[in-house]
């Protein structure tokens, strides 16, 4: 009786696994079908940068864990994993409300990259005014404390 409610239960997930890829593949092609090139394009480079960092970072948590929680390493190696992995999470912190404070000021859609003292910020914008060069480059300096020779900021329409 286990057998058969194994061999049911995985046919079912089997049967929703290739449901879900046909529904994928329908709904890509009306999305596609509907949306102009260059907002698909705009949207598709956000969504998949959000999702590779996303990715790269889960990543890395996952390894700075294994770290940790193995029996093998040395004391050292666990607090130094411990402190990347902080270290990480406060980045992330600090890009998501810098994004969000960005996005506050009219824009519909930014990334940001920090590597060292250097700042990159993608702005979904055909071309930016004076003015809103500045209202980024404010909230960048504000909240990162960067110098502005360190901030780049580029627009993707």
């Known amino acids: 009786m286990k057998k058969r409610?194994?061999?049911?239960?995985?046919?079912?997930?089997?049967?929703?696994?290739?449901?879900t890829a046909y529904l994928n593949v329908v709904l890509n092609n009306q999305v596609t079908k509907t949306s102009s090139n260059n907002i698909q394009t705009t949207a598709s480079y956000f969504a998949t940068y959000r999702t590779d960092r996303e990715t790269s970072r889960d990543q890395a948590i996952l390894y700075y864990d294994a770290i940790i929680e193995s029996s093998a390493s040395t004391t050292d190696a666990i607090t130094t994993a411990q402190q990347a992995k902080l270290d990480l999470i406060s980045q992330m912190e600090t890009e998501l409300v810098v994004e969000s404070l960005i996005k506050a000021k009219g824009f519909s859609d930014c990334v940001i990259t920090m590597n060292g003292n250097n700042v990159n910020v993608v702005v979904q914008a055909k071309e930016l005014a004076s003015t809103e060069v500045a209202q980024i480059v404010s909230i960048v300096q504000q909240q990162l404390k960067t110098d502005i020779k360190n901030i780049k900021i580029i627009p993707v329409e």
């Open 5 to 19: 409610t194994k061999i049911i239960i995985l046919s079912f997930m089997i049967i929703l696994l290739g449901v």
